[in-house]
């Protein structure tokens, strides 16, 4: 028994010197057929990558709607679940949902995500650019000075969407955010752009606010000037309020206001 033990042992560092001087192994069809005999007992190796499993939660964070496994470099691909009276929204890497999962990258391990469902309500708010620059509309708003006709995004007649849009010339170095008045309630800022960048050139940029500001509280800086229409989509049915901060009363609780799911899209023209 030991010659045969030792036997298999130069046999496992024979291979192991091979491969690292090939700089290859067997390929996955020969791998599947290798067997290692190490102190007398067969192995047979192992060819294929284990996966990583995802479990998929409801939008309560805790039931669990399916658990999959995704082999390692592969990406999520799952059918959309459905909820009665809502929308799915997408994946979210949190049970807060304010960051989407990217279904784009590649899994490289286990990890838990979050269904986004949101329910239609009418939005009966009006909202407003605020913020200052050398355009006209936003040098006129002076951070939310004047919040008139100019500033103000037109809502859609769409009776199934709440879209707010507006179309404007914005300079390089204006900064601005969208909220529903002079006091900057229900501000919906950089961290709800949907993207600040369009086939590689950046449009938008964020400008942190003072401390560590959220990003969705962040002014969004302009890039690139040149006319843009903005449209703003809201779920006033999921909107939450941050009542753990410090400054939270009920008196001011729509400085407080955010969404997961109100998002910011633009279009572009060169001016």
């Not at 030991?2 to 001087?21: C, P, T, W």
């Not at 939008?59 to 459905?82: F, H, I, K, R, Y």
């Amino acid at each position: 028994m030991k010659r045969k033990a030792m036997f298999g042992v130069l046999m496992a560092m024979s291979l192991s010197s091979m491969v690292a001087f090939t700089g290859c192994g067997p390929t996955k069809e020969a791998a599947t057929e290798v067997e290692t005999e190490v102190a007398g007992e067969t192995v047979a190796a192992d060819s294929e990558t284990e996966g990583h499993t995802i479990t998929l939660y409801d939008m309560d964070g805790t039931t669990v709607l399916d658990t999959v496994t995704v082999a390692d470099g592969e990406t999520l691909s799952v059918e959309d679940p459905t909820k009665d009276g809502y929308t799915f929204m997408g994946w979210y890497i949190s049970a807060e949902r304010n960051r989407q999962y990217d279904a784009t990258k590649a899994v490289t391990g286990d990890m838990d995500l979050y269904a986004g469902f949101a329910s239609y309500q009418e939005d009966t708010r009006s909202f407003y650019l605020v913020g200052a620059g050398e355009s006209e509309v936003l040098a006129e708003s002076n951070w939310g000075a004047v919040v008139g006709e100019a500033q103000q995004l037109v809502k859609s007649d769409n009776a199934e969407a709440n879209e707010y849009s507006i179309t404007l010339e914005l300079a390089e170095g204006d900064q601005f955010q969208i909220a529903t008045n002079a006091s900057w309630e229900d501000q919906r800022g950089y961290g709800y752009l949907a993207s600040d960048n369009m086939d590689g050139t950046f449009y938008f940029k964020c400008a942190s606010g003072l401390g560590d500001a959220d990003p969705k509280k962040s002014n969004i800086e302009v890039v690139k000037a040149g006319t843009y229409t903005l449209t703003l989509t809201t779920y006033p049915a999921e909107d939450v309020y941050d009542t753990e901060n410090e400054y939270y009363t009920e008196e001011t609780k729509e400085n407080f206001n955010m969404n997961p799911y109100d998002s910011i899209t633009w279009t572009y023209e060169a001016q």
